[in-house]
């Protein structure tokens, strides 16, 4: 089984900060509605791009406020996950042109947005480096870790973004507790009161 871990080979962090994964969301409001609207989706959901790019206008549930993802990861299809997101996002995604991608006889075989997985990495990654991520973190995947990090330091259950993250084992969910953020820093300053400053 593969692991995920929070850092890469040299000990740098491979997720974004509370401030860049806001910083990525404000600054996708510069750019177009259908890219601005995606950057939003993995901001709000955690989805894998894949995940994001499955989605289909019957899977946004306006009267409950959630997305409805498809998890693509495990070894058998039909798995389904709501994700809760802001209202704002679901309204400005109804705003948007509708794209037939496969069906004009099946809509719901239709995608949100048309572009393939090489074409939404790039739209992400230019984003993220306009909102001043470090390139190194300009990935998809660091948008995913932050989602899951930011849930767990603002108190939300571990089985709660185990289900949103659409992860399989609860242990995979518990990688992300050890993110080291502000709440973790705040406490252990308790320990450094009354050191000389150095």
């Known amino acids: 089984m593969q692991t995920i871990s ?11 900060t509370p401030s860049e994964r806001r910083a990525f969301a404000i600054t996708a409001t510069k750019f177009a509605l259908p890219i601005q609207t995606f950057c939003h989706t993995l901001t709000f959901t955690g989805a894998r791009i894949s995940e994001a790019l499955a989605l289909t206008p019957e899977r946004l549930d306006g009267e409950n406020e959630f997305v409805v993802l498809e998890t693509l990861k495990r070894r058998k299809r039909g798995i389904f996950r709501g994700i809760p ?4 996002l ?3 995604i109804a705003k948007m042109p509708r794209v037939s991608t496969r069906s004009e ?24 480096i306009a909102s001043g991520v470090s390139p190194r973190l300009a990935t998809p995947k660091a948008i995913r870790h932050a989602f899951a990090i930011d849930a767990l330091q603002c108190g939300m259950p571990l089985n709660l973004v185990q289900r949103w993250m659409g992860h399989a084992r609860i242990e995979t969910t518990a990688i992300y507790a050890d993110a080291v953020g502000s709440e973790e820093r705040n406490i252990a300053q308790r320990m450094w009161t009354g050191f000389p400053a150095l």
């Open 90 to 92: 679901l309204r400005t």
């Open 85 to 88: 997101v802001p209202d704002s």
């Open 6 to 16: 929070l850092f890469d080979l040299y000990g740098r962090r491979k997720y974004l």
């Open 105 to 128: 006889r099946d809509p719901s075989l239709n995608k949100i947005w048309s572009w393939g997985r090489t074409t939404a990495w790039k739209y992400v990654k230019e984003v993220l």
